[in-house]
């Protein structure tokens, strides 16, 4: 559909790479009239220049189409799936393991403060 080149589209190796990744065609039901290339071309238009769905260009799928399928792969949780592959594949071209052997986890302890309304034992000092 999209007669125009963006610097977000596929590449047709990128694209042999995930298109397995992406659930199929249902077997029963309407025909997918749309194609995923496009519709992923489309997610990543928006994510590279940030642009509201509504102000996608007119050369990808609708963006309600679009959108929709971006729903649904969130909740199938396919995204995760894409980047765990892509991360795999990095890792393995850098010479390196899939699957890193270490990890590190930072975190900060933060103290909250009190809870409630006034501190009590502020308020009677000051009598």
Do not use: C, H
């Amino acid at each position: 559909m999209s007669s125009r080149f963006y610097d977000s589209d596929l590449s047709d190796e990128e694209w042999q790479y995930i298109e397995p990744l992406l659930p199929p065609e249902k077997p029963v039901g309407k025909v997918r009239e749309v194609s995923l290339r496009e519709v992923l071309n489309a997610i990543f238009y928006r994510a590279d220049n940030g642009v509201k769905w509504r102000n996608l260009p007119r050369d990808f799928p609708a963006w309600q189409t679009v959108y929709g399928y971006y729903r649904l792969w969130v909740r199938l949780g396919i995204w995760e799936q894409i980047n765990t592959a892509l991360v795999q594949k990095v890792r393995m071209y850098e010479g390196r393991d899939a699957q890193p052997s270490l990890a590190i986890i930072d975190s900060q302890s933060v103290k909250l403060g009190q809870k409630g309304g006034k501190n009590t034992a502020l308020m009677a000092t000051k009598r």
